[in-house]
């Protein structure tokens, strides 16, 4: 596999027309490597466009999160969290940068941040990254980036006492989880 890898590598890079035709090749022989596969998938963009929206975060709540319902009865959660990187600068010095994030969670997950999290309490977020726009109170129009979760994991650090399992929008309709979240119209806040 190592002398194919090598072949589609070197004519990628040198940008080879015989590039699709080894890649059908690879994915002919070794269907079942995942190793290969990804390769493909990461490096084929002439046959296939490919694009990620993807965040994933582990932070602190900066405030308790806020849960209001939709005019249809689905619940909706809203809390920040910050995340911080520490490094250390040309001349020795600690330097830290913390960044904001709006969270926002959909149906009976939403209900449980609401119960079970609190100011300061670590979590662990994985979702996609929304921008939408809305028009202030002058009129003027804003735009707010947001993460809709897809899961939340509550970890052990922060302000909450209760310790609640994963939630996962992908767990099962009964709990009222999962889908596409509602149009901007349907979002109480």
């Not at 596969?37 to 993807?54: G, P």
């Not at 900066?62 to 520490?86: H, L, M, N, Q, Y």
Request: proline content about 4%; glycine content about 12%; overall charge neutral.
């Amino acid at each position: 596999m190592s002398k194919i890898l090598s072949s589609i590598i070197s004519e990628r890079s040198h940008g080879s027309q015989g590039f699709s035709r080894r890649t059908s090749l690879l994915t002919k022989e070794y269907t079942g490597d995942k190793v290969a596969l990804l390769f493909l998938s990461i490096c084929d963009s002439r046959e296939a466009l490919m694009s990620v929206n993807k965040a994933i975060l582990i932070g602190n709540l900066g405030k308790d999160p806020e849960v209001r319902f939709t005019s249809t009865g689905r619940a909706v959660a809203r809390f920040p969290i910050a995340t911080s990187e520490v490094w250390t600068d040309a001349e020795g010095n600690r330097q830290e940068r913390t960044e904001w994030h709006n969270i926002i969670v959909w149906g009976k997950q939403g209900e449980t941040c609401g119960q079970y999290l609190a100011k300061g309490r670590q979590v662990f977020v994985e979702g996609s990254i929304r921008t939408r726009s809305y028009d202030d109170k002058s009129g003027n129009k804003r735009y707010v980036t947001e993460i809709v979760a897809q899961r939340v994991r509550f970890l052990g650090g922060g302000g909450g006492t209760r310790i609640a399992p994963e939630t996962d929008s992908g767990a099962s309709d009964e709990m009222g989880v999962g889908g596409p979240p509602p149009a901007d119209d349907d979002i109480p806040f």
